[in-house]
């Protein structure tokens, strides 16, 4: 049997998995053109002519647009903070600690960028029960469904190796308990937990992963290599020193003035 092209193509383009991406269809008439337009994610906002009841707000249009608002303050808050923070474990807890009495602003930037993952988390979670109980993942819409669970295992993904970047007693075991959980999977699970740590324990291989896994540029920085690791470790020892120097002058000076007010109620 020869190979006809023109076949081929009109038995894709017939298919449920290409009218499910493609909903308007081939063709040139104004209502194709129409579905074109309309069911199109940018272009439905900006069409001439349109019914009202497309582009009126709902409780679809919130989800999706405070989810994005919400995509959009990690971004932002996470590159700010990506610039106070060094993926060791000798520096990791301290940087946390500067944001969180040092750095201007830096507790706030902490707080809003966790607050806006939480809420990231349950609006994606409620935009989902939405298209799930409405029905809407149904023909011609599995393309959508599709694309909307893959965004969030991504988000959940996201969500987790965040979890371990402040280096504290709940991250590491949290980290510990969602990893040895993996492992429990049949036939991979060992796989899996050597996979996510980087080894078999929580450790700085765990730590120095989720960085790389959260942030993927970051993975080309001179933050990674060997040398800004020795910068980091030379920057911890000096800031400790520092604050152990604050902490020695503020002694002294209280026990200069506890003396001078005692020498002074004496006389």
Excluded at 13 to 20: A, I
Excluded at 145 to 157: A, D, K, P
Excluded at 174 to 198: D, E, K, M, Q, W
Aim: aromatic share 12%; glycine share 8%; hydrophobic share 45%.
């Amino acid at each position: 049997m020869p190979f006809n092209a023109d076949q081929m193509i009109d038995k894709v383009r017939g298919s449920r998995v290409w009218r499910s991406v493609f909903r308007s269809g081939s063709g040139s008439s104004t209502l194709h053109r129409a579905l074109a337009i309309q069911q199109n994610i940018f272009l439905h906002l900006f069409a001439t002519k349109v019914r009202k009841r497309m582009v009126r707000f709902g409780v679809t249009w919130y989800l999706g647009t405070l989810t994005f608002g919400t995509f959009l303050i990690l971004v932002i808050t996470g590159i700010l903070l990506m610039l106070y923070y060094h993926p060791s474990v000798p520096q990791a807890y301290a940087d946390m600690k500067d944001l969180q009495f040092v750095v201007s602003s830096g507790l706030f930037l902490r707080n809003l960028h966790r607050w806006s993952a939480q809420l990231m988390v349950f609006l994606v979670f409620a935009h989902m029960f939405k298209v799930f109980y409405r029905g809407a993942y149904r023909t011609p819409r599995e393309f959508n469904w599709v694309i909307g669970v893959v965004l969030l295992v991504i988000t959940l993904l996201l969500s987790y190796t965040g979890y371990l970047l402040p280096w504290d007693q709940l991250a590491f075991w949290a980290i510990t308990v969602g990893s040895n959980l993996s492992s429990a999977v049949p036939l991979v699970g060992s796989r899996i937990h050597f996979l996510l740590l980087g080894g078999n324990q929580v450790n700085a291989n765990a730590l120095l992963r989720f960085y790389v896994l959260r942030w993927p540029p970051s993975s080309s920085s001179p933050s990674i290599s060997g040398a800004s690791a020795r910068t980091a470790d030379s920057t911890c020892s000096s800031r400790n020193r520092k604050r152990k120097q604050l902490l020695t002058a503020g002694l002294r000076s209280r026990r200069g003035n506890e003396r001078t007010e005692g020498f002074r109620r004496r006389h």
